[in-house]
């Protein structure tokens, strides 16, 4: 396999998080690195981009979802958000319960559709500048990510664009990591299967010999 193909050239992120948690904000600040305080967003916004992670050069695809009341056609297109992507950015703020106890539930759906554990999933707890409106602590946000096994970032969207940088970075070097995983099993696989051929055509080989 040429080295072109075996390096991921795009990647497909899906950020997560409930309603006013920062999401579009997060996007915004990544692809354009300016924060815009106010975004009319109701709908499923898709964002492309191109940039450079760990020097090497990656087309990105995020996909800024919606989140409603987890039922009827809402599910379905957030099941299929899911589906179509390769690594996940669950997003709470700090300033409010509700969203922080909605991580669980989002990485359980992701485990659910996705069918296998591992997915890379990125937890980042926003608008840290708010401390007098803080509700959970850093250890909370920690433990909960520690639990889930996903990498964890605090950070203010609004003061702090590098903080962003870092958390999308980590998303696409853990997305390239399972590519990567991939790949590999995939050459086992085609190994083992050319051995059980070349195997095969010895013992058929042997057998018209001895007739
Ligand atoms: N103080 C502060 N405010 C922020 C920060 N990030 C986002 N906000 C504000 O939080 C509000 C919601 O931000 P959005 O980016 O629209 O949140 P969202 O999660 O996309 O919201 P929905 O579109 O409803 O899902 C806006 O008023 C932002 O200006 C931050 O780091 N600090």
């Known amino acids: ?6 390096r991921m050239l795009r990647a497909k992120l899906v950020v997560l998080g409930r309603d006013n948690c920062g999401k579009t904000a997060l996007c915004v600040r990544f692809i354009t690195r300016r924060f815009i305080g106010e975004y009319e967003h109701k709908r499923e916004v898709n964002y492309r981009c191109q940039k450079i992670v760990d020097k090497e050069a990656i087309e990105l695809e995020i996909l ?8 009827g056609a809402a599910a379905s297109s957030l099941e299929s958000s899911i589906k179509w992507g390769d690594g996940f950015l669950i997003m709470y703020s700090v300033t409010d319960r509700s969203s922080f106890e909605a991580v669980s539930r989002l990485k359980r759906l992701i485990d659910h559709v996705k069918q296998t554990l591992g997915i890379p999933t990125v937890v980042v707890a926003n608008k840290c500048d708010m401390e007098n409106g803080r509700v959970v602590r850093t250890d909370e946000g920690q433990a909960l990510a520690s639990d889930l096994r996903c990498s964890f970032f605090e950070l203010s969207v609004a003061e702090d664009a590098s903080s962003v940088e870092a958390a999308f970075g980590q998303l696409v070097r853990e997305v390239r990591q399972e590519f990567q995983r991939h790949l590999l099993a995939m050459d086992k696989r085609s190994r083992m299967l050319q051995m059980r051929h070349a195997l095969k055509n010895k013992l058929t080989r042997s057998k018209t010999m001895q007739w």
């Open 1 to 6: 396999m040429s080295e072109s193909v075996r």
């Open 64 to 71: 800024d979802t919606v989140n409603k009341d987890c039922v």
